[in-house]
């Protein structure tokens, strides 16, 4: 990948109405790149998709394209394109013309329009399309036509806001395999706002996770997911079991009531930490053979494995198992020293990771307050 910096954010803050939306965050996006805000609703990542686009002036800070300073550059003179969550097509147009728009604006000659129009088409996999009325195509064939329209004047860089919301789960996965695709294909900078956590690790270059308008962390999928920061980006970035533990020494950490090997140091001895283990990376052993042992208090059929929940000293931990275990039965839990991950205390210590309260409908509760919150 070109490592060259397209977009750099420097020290941006932005508030409405008096509350603090953006906390003075720093950025760099590569040209090539294809990078991904991902948090929960209200966190400022589509503030930032925004500023980016110059829909949102910051309060504070600068940003630069190209290493020239676009504060006050309208969003018509700059290199960038959007897509909507609500496409915005328009209605009484068809294909071809809603996507031949912005080339005729610009007046560009009609046998260029067509080419890059036909091109385009074949691109999103809409050959055939073109006399249709937009009101007549299915949601995924609408939000393609409104990235084909986006990329026709060839921008340097693609805003994508939560473009796959509406769109069923099958052809979102579908459409996510695309829209990786069409930014390969194309080469431009690919910037992408999602709370799903994993349409951000299948589709991203780079991962920026944010919480009360502040960068978490910032890194390659796998490294988000398996060194997770804080406990925020542990529990944000799938499932996570997050304990109190004390660093003994390094590579030698207790929780739990168990000392355990681990393969982490630098942290000063009898040192507080929050310990993550993620619920793939626990074996289900005899009690006799265990580290742990608990008690199973739900299991959960998920078609490639179960995810139980066990109580271990009135700690509810997830585990997830190809073996059956029934709920009622006392299970020994057995750790290697590779699947502890150790992270300093933070702000976020003891919010998360103990799944007491864990329920599917909970989780989809949760996952419809976000839908339906504007950010």
Not at 66 to 87: C, H
Not at 107 to 130: S, T, Y
Not at 213 to 234: K, L, M, R
Not at 253 to 275: I, L, M, P, S
């Amino acid at each position: 990948m070109n490592k060259d910096i397209l977009i750099r954010l420097n020290g941006i803050s932005k508030a409405f109405d008096g509350e603090t939306v953006l906390d003075s965050i720093s950025l760099e996006i590569h040209d090539k790149e294809f990078i991904t805000l991902l948090g929960p609703s209200g966190c400022g990542k589509t503030t930032t998709l925004r500023i980016i686009g110059g829909f949102e002036t910051p309060d504070e800070g600068d940003v630069f394209f190209d290493g020239k300073r676009i504060n006050d550059v309208p969003p018509y003179q700059r290199q960038v394109n959007t897509v909507f969550q609500r496409y915005a097509l328009f209605p009484h147009l068809n294909v071809f013309d809603n996507i031949a728009f912005g080339l005729r604006i610009q007046k560009r000659p009609d046998a260029e329009i067509r080419q890059k129009v036909k091109d385009m088409l074949a691109m999103v996999n809409l050959k055939g399309f073109e006399r249709r009325k937009v009101s007549t195509l299915s949601g995924g064939q609408q939000q393609r036509v409104a990235i084909a329209r986006a990329l026709v004047n060839q921008p340097k860089v693609l805003l994508l806001d939560e473009p796959l919301a509406a769109l069923d789960l099958k052809l979102r996965k579908d459409m996510q395999n695309e829209l990786k695709n069409i930014q390969h294909q194309t080469g431009i900078t690919f910037i992408y706002v999602t709370h799903d956590q994993e349409e951000a690790l299948s589709m991203s270059d780079t991962v920026v996770v944010m919480a009360h308008g502040q960068i978490q962390q910032i890194g390659s999928p796998t490294d988000i997911y398996n060194e997770p920061v804080n406990a925020f980006v542990a529990d944000f970035i799938g499932e996570s079991n997050i304990v109190d533990g004390i660093m003994l020494a390094d590579r030698s950490v207790r929780f739990a009531g168990h000392t355990f090997v681990c393969v982490d140091g630098g942290f000063a001895k009898n040192e507080q930490v929050d310990v993550v283990v993620r619920p793939e990376d626990v074996d289900v052993v005899p009690v006799e053979k265990g580290m742990l042992k608990g008690l199973v208090t739900g299991v959960t059929f998920k078609g490639v494995h179960y995810e139980i929940i066990v109580d271990v000293d009135g700690f509810k931990w997830m585990i997830q198992t190809t073996d059956f275990v029934a709920e009622g039965e006392t299970i020994g839990l057995y750790i290697e020293p590779d699947a502890i991950h150790i992270m300093k205390k933070s702000e976020f210590s003891g919010m998360f990771g103990d799944y007491s309260s864990f329920s599917d409908e909970l989780d989809k509760l949760s996952v419809i307050t976000e839908d339906e919150e504007e950010e």
